[in-house]
């Protein structure tokens, strides 16, 4: 069973469009985040949430919105594409407090913008 | 910020040395550490963490080092094989919040 998946994988898009990158996870933790990988491998976290709290970091432009239909899944949701995004985002999960902080990573989807 | 002008860091060893990644971290109020490996199109991977309590962590073929004096993270791969070829980073997480934060990662090749 996969523990954190994330749909698309792949996703290309005009400059401008809007669109939707979805996690799901099955491991029953409370908190998630999204991160960007730029093409140099840089890991920049961008939010983590749980259901008590959104944690924005300050350099994500406001076009990145998370959306959480419920504790398993986080959705980022990204408006008036530029050619900048291009990179590969990451949506993670955890349950701080277990022993471990440790993340649990998805697959990435490759976003690319044209 | 971005890695802009940045390059990922390489090492290449050969199948059956030990293999050491260093990672500097930045913020003496860090008190959790991990590794991570990422393979090519997958996801980051948990390797082994360490308490900023500990100086030293042992797993399976892995250790990880910390000294705090100078705020240096090291990862000792023995027996390296070809399937531990990947890019690996470290990652350190402090107080409010307990963000992570990724350091730039290190490209590790082995040859067969």
């Known amino acids: 069973d996969t523990a954190v998946s994330q749909t698309p994988k792949y996703l290309v898009t005009q400059m401008g469009n809007d669109k939707s990158i979805k996690c799901e996870q099955n491991?029953?933790?409370?908190?998630m985040y999204w991160y960007k990988q730029d093409s140099k491998k840089f890991l920049k976290i961008m939010f983590s949430?749980?259901?008590?709290?959104?944690?924005i970091n300050e350099t994500v432009p406001n076009r990145f919105s998370p959306k959480s239909p419920d504790k398993a899944h986080l959705n980022l949701h990204i408006n008036s594409l530029e050619l900048g995004d291009s990179a590969v985002y990451f949506c993670?999960?955890?349950?701080?407090?277990?022993?471990?902080?440790?993340?649990?990573f998805g697959p990435g989807t490759r976003l690319t913008v044209l | 910020g971005e890695s802009v002008g940045l390059h990922l860091p390489t090492l290449s060893v050969q199948e059956g040395d030990n293999s050491i990644i260093n990672c500097a971290y930045s913020?003496?109020?860090?008190?959790?550490f991990i590794w991570y490996k990422q393979e090519s199109g997958k996801g980051p991977q948990f390797i082994i963490d360490?308490?900023?309590?500990?100086d030293k962590r042992q797993g399976q073929r892995v250790t990880v080092l910390l000294n705090k004096t100078v705020k240096h993270l090291s990862l000792q791969i023995a027996a390296t094989q070809p399937g531990d070829s990947a890019v690996y980073f470290c990652?350190?997480?402090?107080?409010?919040?307990?963000?992570?934060?990724f350091g730039t990662g290190t490209s590790l090749t082995v040859i067969p």
């Open positions: 949430y749980n259901n008590k709290e959104l944690i």
């Open positions: 491991l029953g933790h409370d908190t």
């Open positions: 993670a999960s955890s349950q701080p407090g277990v022993g471990t902080d440790t993340q649990y």
């Open positions: 913020n003496s109020a860090s008190d959790y």
């Open positions: 990652a350190e997480a402090h107080p409010p919040g307990n963000q992570f934060y």
């Open positions: 360490i308490r900023s309590n500990m």
